[in-house]
């Protein structure tokens, strides 16, 4: 959990659709295989989508236990909404509307020893960012910025970068194992020197690149990468590319 954002890690456990489709993803590649647009209105975000024609399916109201620092248990809510499989090639594509934030976001998650404090950006390779970044802004509602390398969708707390498998392995040296890929995303750091000396400590083989910015190859159990960041406004600043 970050103060802005989070990142989950799911695998399937059951026989069910979601679980294959799960299976289905992993067999392409390991990594990143959802996105989740957090929603102030499940149903209105619904309605929408019906509108530009992507079939979503019926809300799906979900919920599980939840410990608390006091040792209780409380019950975590969220409505789901997700359009059939195949829409959105690049993976499970969905809005999520948090009914008790207060469960998920405990102040006793949210501080990292590499300070990393908000998910700013996903980083998305396929063959043809413009056409896909222009389905992205039916399904967001949001308009699409062409003023970097990356194509870019900015929603209200971090962005959407669309780029080539060419652009991305040329920044990282980094080569899709397919495509569409989602290569992995951008972490916000409160003090970007912390975290260098963190990954240096841990040699994790991070790598500096670009404008004051980090570079760390995950694992091949993990796949993809976390590109770290320092500063409030960097990753928001479309003029730039996310790699300079």
Do not use: K
């Amino acid at each position: 959990m970050l103060p802005q954002g989070y990142i989950e890690i799911l695998t399937p456990t059951a026989d069910t659709p979601i679980a294959a489709q799960l299976r289905a993803a992993i067999s392409r590649y390991t990594g990143v295989h959802l996105i989740a647009f957090g929603s102030a209105e499940a149903g209105a975000d619904r309605e929408r989508l019906e509108q530009e024609g992507f079939d979503p399916q019926p809300v799906v109201a979900l919920q599980r236990q939840i410990g608390t620092v006091t040792g209780d248990e409380q019950t975590a809510r969220f409505s789901v909404v997700r359009v059939p499989p195949g829409t959105m090639a690049e993976g499970r594509i969905q809005f999520c509307q948090q009914h008790t934030p207060e469960w998920l976001w405990q102040d006793r998650w949210l501080e990292h020893a590499n300070s990393a404090v908000a998910l700013s950006a996903v980083l998305i390779c396929v063959d043809d960012p413009r056409s896909v970044a222009e389905r992205y802004r039916r399904f967001t509602g949001l308009s699409v910025d062409e003023r970097a390398p990356e194509l870019r969708i900015e929603t209200e707390r971090g962005d959407l970068l669309f780029m080539t498998a060419e652009h991305f392995h040329s920044r990282t040296g980094i080569r899709p194992p397919d495509q569409p890929w989602i290569a992995g995303y951008q972490l916000r750091c409160s003090d970007l020197n912390r975290c260098r000396a963190l990954q240096a400590e841990r040699q994790t083989g991070c790598l500096d690149i670009g404008r004051e910015q980090i570079l760390l190859p995950l694992a091949a159990a993990a796949g993809g990468c976390v590109l770290f960041h320092g500063g409030s406004s960097q990753a928001r600043n479309p003029a730039h590319s996310v790699f300079d």
